[in-house]
């Protein structure tokens, strides 16, 4: 995912990339408006837009974005300050997170932000685990699972195609990439942190010696 933020406050900025790049959330980032233009609006997923910018309003630019483009909108408003968030909600932003915030929480309005725009889609669940596509995280018993993005794909991958036996080459090639150099013993570890980390699920993941791995598809 491509997020565009308009925000002149380095230290946030900072935090919110390096935070959101452990999910694959690419930030790219601009400290006026004036530095933005229609292209890189169209290229973006997500605009995370600031109220108040040095160079000018960030109500006049979300109002110039909606002119042409339904591009979701999050806007950073000041804590406790109801009249910008009415604002910004009335003129066509999806949603607002406000300032000061935690990164746990800005990610958890993108997320909720992009259930609500998407499609609704089928998630790979199995039992109490269930997989969450968007925001790449698999909830176990109604707790968040620490999984990096290899261990979530493979988790994935596993459970799209439970009870059928996955070949080491294929996980490989789908989980990391053609183009990556990968090691076989690289997939043998991500399965023994992916069935520590999976704890009274983790047995469901069967070896096939040699071969590769597979999802039981049964009970305990």
């Known amino acids: 995912m491509k997020i565009l933020m308009i925000e002149d406050d ?6 919110v990339k390096t935070y959101l790049a452990r999910y694959d959330m690419e930030v790219v980032a601009a400290s006026r408006l004036g530095d933005v233009g229609e292209e890189q609006i169209r290229s973006a997923d997500l605009l995370i837009l600031d109220v108040n ?11 110039w974005v909606r ?26 932003a999806d949603e ?40 790449k ?19 994935a991958m596993l459970l799209e195609h439970r009870g059928r036996q996955l070949l ?5 090639d789908e989980v990391w990439g053609f183009g990556d150099e990968v090691n076989d013993n690289t997939l043998t570890v991500a399965v023994k942190r992916l069935r520590k980390k999976l704890g009274p699920y983790g047995h469901f993941i069967k070896t096939v010696r ?11």
Do not use: C
């Not at 380095?10 to 935090?15: A, F, H, L, R, S």
């Not at 910018?53 to 109002?63: A, E, Q, R």
């Not at 040699?210 to 305990?220: A, Q, R, S």
């Open 10 to 15: 380095e230290t946030i900025v900072y935090g």
């Open 53 to 63: 910018l040095p160079d000018g309003s960030g109500f006049d630019f979300l109002n």
């Open 67 to 92: 002119s042409f483009s339904k591009l979701p909108i999050l806007m950073l408003t000041v804590k406790g300050d109801e009249d910008y968030v009415v604002k910004g909600l009335s003129q066509g």
């Open 96 to 135: 607002y997170v406000a300032k000061p915030f935690s990164l746990p929480v800005l990610k958890a309005r993108i997320d909720n932000l992009f259930k609500r725009l998407g499609p609704e889609e089928e998630l790979p669940e199995f039992k109490e685990l269930i997989l969450d596509r968007q925001s």
């Open 137 to 155: 995280t698999a909830i176990l018993r109604g707790d968040a699972v620490d999984l990096n993005r290899q261990e979530f794909d493979l988790l």
């Open 168 to 172: 080491r080459s294929q996980l490989i």
């Open 210 to 220: 040699g071969m590769g791995y597979f999802w039981e598809d049964g009970d305990d």
